[in-house]
């Protein structure tokens, strides 16, 4: 088969996107280079996975596979808006906060309005606004965090959308609370903001600016976007979700689709919530292993950017994609940072101290 008319008759704006690219799973590796003793410190994952409790609540709806879940999700939007200390109104959720980021463009992104994002940041944001025609006004990083004032200045009268991730992906910095307010202030209220708080059970920076505080003080343009992938270890069930403003998650669960979570999804959420012991003994294991991991980087003279999140990005000083493949061949898999045109750097999740030391271990016979 060669051309063909459907594809090549697609939405323009298809042809600009870039398909996403997963870090590495242990089964690709084991596939390609028949490694068994793989260790993948490349997608930010928990290292511990989910609470017993969890899994146990999972095992018991294994019967009901058969029927549809209840479309309202009423008791995990319950328990999540019960978590976060906000109304259930405001609770949307999906498979993975990813599926929220897809719909927020297609809400209030019209053709050539612009979207406003970090130059290295996580690249859903662009992805998703540049399928509905968003035109993409890219600002650089300062000190490897969000210019919040060069991105309230670049704001014009067609921005309708902006994305801020707190603590961000790939940094892991974050934006402190001052700021944030007095950026906040500045933004026209129809102009959405949205702050991804993928990492924010891992920080431990009394400065952070929380976007859910704002939410409440009545920044009604703001989405907090969470996941239960990272902090609660279910990044293999897909689960996370949205809190706006009702009348913004109203529109948020109109266009979305009907059964956009499974009834093993539906029954964890609440479980994983419920075992809060599990997500902060999973939290202070993974600051123990991000400060650990950073100091022993520093101590082999590499540039480590502070971070806040359950993963650290550092400066190998020589090309991060032939240094990827290196440790690929001891088994061990990281995520090179070229993709963000950082062509020397490397992002490395937080795992177990086995597996943080194996890391090291590895780069040390690599670079010395
Ligand atoms: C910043 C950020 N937001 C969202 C996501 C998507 O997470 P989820 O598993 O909830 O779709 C990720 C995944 O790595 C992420 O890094």
Redesign the pocket.
């Known amino acids: 088969m060669t051309g063909n008319d459907v594809a090549a008759g697609c939405r323009p704006a298809v042809l600009t996107l870039v398909e996403y690219v997963a870090g590495k799973t242990v089964e690709e590796v084991r596939r390609e280079l028949h490694i068994d003793d793989i260790v993948k410190l490349s997608?930010?994952e928990n290292a511990w996975g989910p609470s017993p409790r969890v899994l146990e609540a999972i095992a018991g709806m294994l019967p009901r596979l058969g029927t549809y879940p209840e479309r309202s999700f009423h008791e995990l939007k319950e328990a999540i808006a019960d978590a976060n200390g906000v109304a259930a109104d405001t609770v949307c959720v999906g498979h993975?906060?990813?599926t929220i980021?897809q719909l927020i463009p297609q809400l209030c992104v019209r053709p050539g309005d612009e979207v406003v994002v970090a130059d290295v940041t996580?690249g859903r944001y662009e992805e998703a606004s540049k399928l509905m025609d968003g035109r993409i006004v890219r600002v650089p990083l300062a000190d490897w965090r969000h210019d919040l004032e060069a991105m309230a200045a670049a704001v014009t009268g067609r921005t309708r959308l902006m994305w801020i991730?707190n603590p961000n992906?790939p940094t892991g910095t974050v934006v402190p609370r001052e700021r944030a307010a007095a950026f906040l202030e500045t933004i026209p209220r129809h102009v959405a903001v949205v702050f991804?708080q993928?990492y924010f059970e891992f920080v431990d920076d009394p400065e952070y600016g929380d976007g859910l505080d704002f939410l409440k003080a009545g920044f009604d343009n703001v989405i907090v976007?969470r996941?239960f992938?990272k902090a609660y270890g279910l990044?293999g069930l897909?689960l996370?979700y949205g809190i706006a403003a009702p009348p913004v998650r109203r529109l948020l669960d109109t266009i979305k689709e009907p059964f956009n979570l499974n009834r093993l999804s539906v029954i964890a959420g609440p479980a994983a919530l419920a075992d809060q012991d599990w997500m902060r003994r999973c939290v202070a294991e993974t600051r123990d292993g991000r400060a650990f991991l950073s100091r022993e980087l520093r101590d082999m003279g590499l540039t480590v950017v502070p971070s806040q999140a359950n993963f650290v990005l550092f400066d190998s000083g020589r090309d991060g994609d032939a240094l990827f493949e290196r440790l690929l061949r001891r088994g061990v898999i990281v995520r090179p940072a070229s993709g963000w045109g950082l062509d020397t750097w490397i992002r490395v999740s937080v795992g177990t101290r086995e597996q943080n030391e194996r890391f090291l271990a590895a780069l040390r016979e690599e670079i010395g």
């Open positions: 997608s930010n993975g906060s990813e980021i996580f991730c992906n991804d993928a976007l996941t992938s990044a897909r996370g």
